[in-house]
C-alpha cells in the first residue's frame, strides 16, 4: 500500500454499494475497451478494470468510479512512461510481460484513510495494482502525473523485490523505521536519510521509495533532493542509490541510471510545457541568453538594463572604446553550480572575449533559484571582476522564480524565458533559452 501524509479531510463524495440484480453487470464493448485489449492486453496480458466494480476496492470507503474520459490518457501516460522505457531498456516485451501485474483497477478518487493519510495506490501478491486518483489525471499537471506514475514504479519495485530480494545490508542503512511516519514531512525524513517520509515506514517501501523517487523525479532532481542535505543524510541516501543500482544490474542486467533517462525522457516528451520540464541542468535547455536592444528578445527590466549599462560603460571606460560588452548568459553547468558567462566584443581584434563567473545555486519545489556568488575564472574574471561587478551582483544572493515568457517550446523553437526576482519583481530578466 502506498500512502501518503495529508492533512484529515472530509470526503463528500457519494459512498458505492454493490447492487446485486440491479443489472449494470454486462455491457458491449467499446472505444476504451478496445485501446486496452490492443495496448495492453493482448501483449502483455494486462487487464484494466475501469467500470464500476464495489468489490474491488474498500466498501466503507467513499469512492467514485473513474472518468471515461481520463481512461485512455492515463493508461497511455502509465505506457509510455513505465513499459516503454523497461521495454527498450531490456530489448523486448518480455520483461514486463513477465513481471507486470496482471491486472489494474483503476479508482477516480483517493481514498482519506482514518489516520489523515491519502491511499493512492495499493498492491495485491504482486498480481493486481488498484490506481486511485484518476479523475485528477491531466498530462499537462506534471506534478499529478509524477505522482501518479511515481506510485506505479513504487508498486512495480515491490513485484521486483517480492521476486528477487534487495541486498540485506539496504536494510542496516538507516534502521530507524516508524509505523507512525505520517507525523514526519519528506524533507524531516530526507534530512534523516529517506528518499520520501514513507519511506520510513519499513525496508520495503524504503527500498521501492528509494527506486521511484530517482526513476520519476530523474537525475537533476535526485541530485537536488541529495545536496540540500547534511552529511550523514547525503552518505545514506548515496548507499541507498548505489544498492538501487546493482540490484538491477546484478539481478535484471538493467542499466538504472540508462532506465532513469529514459523515464525522464518519456515524462517530458508527455507533458512538455512546465519549464522545469525542460529547463535546468541536464535538460534540453541549460542556458539562456541575452542581447539587450535585439529585436528578437524582449527588454529586460529598467533594472537589469541599469546594470547591464553600467558594466557595458565600464569595460568601454577602461579600454577607451576598444572593446565592449556584446552579451551576457547564464548556464546551469551542474545541479548544482551556475556560470554567468559575459562576451566582450574587441574591436582592434575583431575578436570576441569570454568572461566567466562562477555561481552555486539551489532550487525549491517551487521553481525558485538562488544563486550565491563564488568568484571570477580565469582567465579575464579575476582581473575584470571590479568593471563587471553590476551584472555579476544583479544575479548574487538573489532568489529569483523562473518561468516561460510567452510561449512554451511547443508553439516556438525560440522559447524565452523570465527570471523574476521574488522580492522585487520589476527587476525581472528576459533571455532565450539555449
Same mark, same amino acid.
Given at each position: 500500500?502506498?500512502t501518503?501524509?495529508s492533512?484529515?479531510k472530509?470526503?463528500?463524495?457519494?459512498? /458505492?454499494?454493490?447492487?446485486?440484480?440491479?443489472?449494470?453487470?454486462?455491457?458491449?464493448?467499446?472505444?476504451?475497451?478496445? !485501446?486496452?485489449?490492443?495496448?495492453?492486453?493482448?501483449?502483455y496480458?494486462?487487464?484494466?478494470?475501469?467500470?464500476?466494480?464495489?468489490?474491488e476496492v474498500?466498501?466503507?470507503?467513499?469512492l467514485?468510479?473513474p472518468?471515461?474520459k481520463?481512461?485512455?490518457?492515463a493508461?497511455?501516460?502509465?505506457?509510455?512512461? !513505465?513499459?516503454?522505457?523497461?521495454n527498450?531498456?531490456?530489448?523486448?516485451?518480455?520483461?514486463?510481460?513477465?513481471?507486470?501485474?496482471?491486472e489494474?483497477?483503476?479508482?477516480?478518487?483517493a481514498?482519506?484513510?482514518?489516520?489523515?493519510?491519502?491511499?493512492?495506490?495499493?498492491?495485491?501478491?504482486?498480481?493486481?495494482?488498484?490506481? /486511485?486518483?484518476?479523475?485528477?489525471f491531466?498530462?499537462?499537471?506534471?506534478d499529478?502525473?509524477r505522482?501518479?506514475?511515481?506510485?506505479i514504479e513504487?508498486?512495480?519495485?515491490?513485484i521486483?523485490?517480492?521476486?528477487?530480494?534487495?541486498?540485506?545490508?539496504?536494510?542496516?542503512?538507516t534502521?530507524?523505521?516508524?509505523?507512525?511516519?505520517f507525523?514526519?514531512?519528506?524533507?524531516?525524513?530526507?534530512s534523516?536519510?529517506?528518499?520520501?517520509s514513507?519511506?520510513?515506514?519499513?525496508?520495503?517501501?524504503d527500498?521501492?521509495?528509494?527506486?521511484?523517487?530517482?526513476?520519476?523525479?530523474?537525475?537533476?532532481?535526485?541530485?537536488e533532493?541529495?545536496?540540500?542535505?547534511?552529511?550523514?543524510?547525503?552518505?545514506?541516501?548515496r548507499?541507498k542509490?548505489a544498492?538501487?543500482?546493482?540490484?538491477?544490474?546484478?539481478?535484471?542486467k538493467?542499466?538504472?541510471?540508462?532506465l532513469q533517462k529514459?523515464?525522464?525522457?518519456?515524462?517530458?516528451?508527455?507533458?512538455?510545457?512546465p519549464?522545469?520540464?525542460?529547463?535546468?541542468?541536464?535538460?534540453?535547455?541549460?542556458?539562456?541568453?541575452?542581447?539587450?536592444?535585439?529585436?528578437?528578445?524582449p527588454?529586460s527590466?529598467?533594472?537589469?538594463?541599469?546594470?547591464?549599462?553600467?558594466?557595458?560603460?565600464?569595460?568601454?571606460?577602461?579600454?577607451?572604446d576598444?572593446v565592449?560588452v556584446?552579451?551576457?548568459?547564464l548556464?546551469?553547468?551542474?545541479a548544482?553550480?551556475?556560470?554567468?558567462?559575459?562576451?566582450?566584443?574587441?574591436?582592434?581584434?575583431?575578436?570576441?572575449?569570454?568572461?566567466?563567473y562562477?555561481?552555486?545555486?539551489?532550487?525549491?519545489?517551487?521553481?525558485?533559484y538562488?544563486?550565491?556568488?563564488t568568484?571570477?575564472?580565469?582567465?579575464y574574471?579575476?582581473?575584470?571582476?571590479? /568593471?563587471?561587478l553590476?551584472?555579476?551582483? /544583479?544575479?548574487?544572493?538573489?532568489p529569483?522564480?523562473?518561468?516561460?515568457y510567452?510561449?512554451?517550446?511547443?508553439?516556438?523553437?525560440t522559447?524565452?524565458?523570465?527570471?523574476?526576482?521574488?522580492?522585487?519583481?520589476?527587476n525581472?530578466?528576459?533571455?532565450?533559452?539555449?
Amino acid at each position: 500500500m502506498l500512502t501518503i501524509a495529508s492533512c484529515s479531510k472530509k470526503n463528500d463524495e457519494v459512498h /458505492y454499494s454493490p447492487s446485486p440484480g440491479l443489472g449494470g453487470d454486462t455491457w458491449a464493448k467499446g472505444p476504451i475497451d478496445k !485501446w486496452m485489449e490492443d495496448s495492453l492486453t493482448k501483449p502483455y496480458n494486462i487487464n484494466v478494470k475501469y467500470r464500476w466494480d464495489p468489490w474491488e476496492v474498500n466498501l466503507s470507503a467513499s469512492l467514485v468510479p473513474p472518468e471515461e474520459k481520463r481512461v485512455i490518457p492515463a493508461l497511455e501516460a502509465m505506457k509510455r512512461i !513505465w513499459i516503454d522505457p523497461y521495454n527498450a531498456e531490456t530489448g523486448s516485451d518480455a520483461f514486463i510481460r513477465k513481471y507486470a501485474p496482471k491486472e489494474f483497477i483503476m479508482v477516480g478518487s483517493a481514498e482519506y484513510l482514518s489516520n489523515g493519510n491519502i491511499l493512492l495506490g495499493q498492491a495485491e501478491g504482486g498480481k493486481k495494482i488498484a490506481m /486511485y486518483v484518476i479523475n485528477n489525471f491531466s498530462t499537462t499537471d506534471i506534478d499529478a502525473l509524477r505522482q501518479m506514475l511515481h506510485t506505479i514504479e513504487h508498486e512495480f519495485g515491490h513485484i521486483l523485490h517480492q521476486t528477487v530480494m534487495y541486498p540485506e545490508t539496504f536494510k542496516t542503512i538507516t534502521p530507524d523505521y516508524t509505523g507512525t511516519w505520517f507525523n514526519m514531512s519528506d524533507a524531516e525524513a530526507q534530512s534523516r536519510g529517506f528518499a520520501t517520509s514513507y519511506a520510513r515506514s519499513n525496508p520495503d517501501d524504503d527500498f521501492v521509495e528509494t527506486l521511484s523517487t530517482m526513476l520519476i523525479e530523474g537525475k537533476n532532481r535526485w541530485e537536488e533532493l541529495i545536496s540540500a542535505q547534511n552529511a550523514t543524510a547525503q552518505a545514506a541516501l548515496r548507499r541507498k542509490e548505489a544498492i538501487v543500482v546493482d540490484y538491477f544490474k546484478n539481478t535484471w542486467k538493467i542499466d538504472f541510471y540508462s532506465l532513469q533517462k529514459r523515464t525522464q525522457d518519456a515524462l517530458n516528451k508527455l507533458s512538455p510545457d512546465p519549464i522545469s520540464a525542460y529547463f535546468g541542468f541536464d535538460k534540453k535547455f541549460t542556458a539562456l541568453t541575452a542581447i539587450p536592444g535585439s529585436a528578437t528578445i524582449p527588454n529586460s527590466s529598467p533594472a537589469f538594463l541599469t546594470a547591464f549599462n553600467a558594466a557595458k560603460d565600464s569595460i568601454e571606460k577602461l579600454t577607451g572604446d576598444t572593446v565592449t560588452v556584446t552579451q551576457m548568459a547564464l548556464f546551469l553547468t551542474s545541479a548544482k553550480d551556475a556560470d554567468l558567462r559575459v562576451v566582450l566584443y574587441d574591436t582592434d581584434a575583431k575578436e570576441n572575449i569570454l568572461v566567466r563567473y562562477a555561481y552555486t545555486y539551489t532550487k525549491d519545489g517551487a521553481g525558485v533559484y538562488t544563486l550565491t556568488y563564488t568568484g571570477g575564472l580565469p582567465p579575464y574574471g579575476p582581473g575584470l571582476e571590479k /568593471y563587471l561587478l553590476p551584472l555579476v551582483n /544583479y544575479f548574487k544572493n538573489t532568489p529569483f522564480k523562473v518561468e516561460w515568457y510567452g510561449a512554451s517550446p511547443n508553439n516556438t523553437n525560440t522559447p524565452k524565458i523570465i527570471f523574476t526576482p521574488v522580492q522585487t519583481p520589476n527587476n525581472y530578466f528576459i533571455g532565450v533559452a539555449i
